[in-house]
Structures are given as structure tokens and as C-alpha cells.
């Protein structure tokens, strides 16, 4: 345990930052979940735009970096497609 005054703060915020990212990524990947699950449905549009949305929120709120979004993105392009086709 940490007995200066600034690391005792710094692993409050820490521990704020690393709650918040954890419910974030979470929540993208139950979006991600759900468009591969609703693919080929009248819901698929709608599920996509939603777990496409949630990625980009995760790059601007700093929890995802740019490039692994873009790459999330695009695997999950490329699963909903062939689940669609399937």
C-alpha cells in the first residue's frame, strides 16, 4: 500500500478509470454479440449500427485504441456477412 499522499490519489482514479473502461468494453462486446446473433434478421441493420456506435464511443472515450477499432469493425463486418449468407 502506497503511503504517499499523490499515489494514494492516483490509485483512486485508477481504480475509477479501470471500473469505468471494464463496464465499456463490456458493453461493446454484448453489442457485438448481439449483431452476429441477429444476422440475416430484419434487425441485423439496427444491431450493426448500434455495436458500430458503441466501438466508436469506446475510441473517444480512450478505452479502445483507433486501429483495434477499426479492426473490430471489420471482423465484425466480415462475421455478420457470412452468418447473413449462411
Partial sequence: MANIASQIK???QNEKRRLRNRAVRSEVRTRIKA???AAGTD???EAMRAAMKRIDKAVSKGVMH???AAR???RLHAQVK???EA
Avoid: G, P
Fill in 35 to 37: 449483431a452476429v446473433e
Fill in 66 to 68: 483507433k486501429n483495434t
Fill in 72 to 74: 473490430t469493425k471489420s
Fill in 10 to 12: 492516483r490509485n483512486r
Fill in 82 to 84: 457470412a452468418a447473413a
Fill in 43 to 45: 434487425e441485423q441493420d
